[in-house]
């Protein structure tokens, strides 16, 4: 079953977005889930992953600070709020369980932070 990542799109420097991946109960409530994103030329990687209890959470150096992860377990969804948005964001953002499973990758959500 795919997990498909909704709100992506442009945002300036700066800017902030919210992305938001729904997956099925029998997936979200016994996983842990993450966030990955693939940037053009480079290979996936892991941005932030949270626990299934959701009380830890981990974030790429890269993101700390600026990024957050959160589920809601009542909708067996997760996301993820991007602020503080720079170019190098730029990028394909995908939700998995983490670790990641092949079947759960789906198209993903661009994302682009471009002036």
């Known amino acids: 079953v795919q997990l498909q990542a909704s709100g992506g799109g442009l945002v300036q420097p700066g800017g902030s977005l919210r992305l938001s991946c729904t997956a099925s109960a029998h997936i979200f409530q016994v996983n842990n889930m993450g966030w990955y994103r693939q940037a053009p030329g480079k290979q996936r990687e892991l941005v932030a992953s949270?626990?299934?209890?959701?009380?830890?959470?981990y974030y790429a150096g890269s993101v700390k600070g600026r990024f957050t992860i959160s589920r809601d377990s009542a909708k067996n969804s997760v996301s993820l709020q991007m602020n503080s948005l720079k170019p190098e964001d730029t990028a394909v953002y995908y939700c998995n369980v983490h670790p990641p499973l092949a079947p759960h990758w789906g198209q993903g959500a661009q994302v682009t932070v471009s002036s």
């Open positions: 949270i626990w299934k209890d959701g009380k830890n959470t």
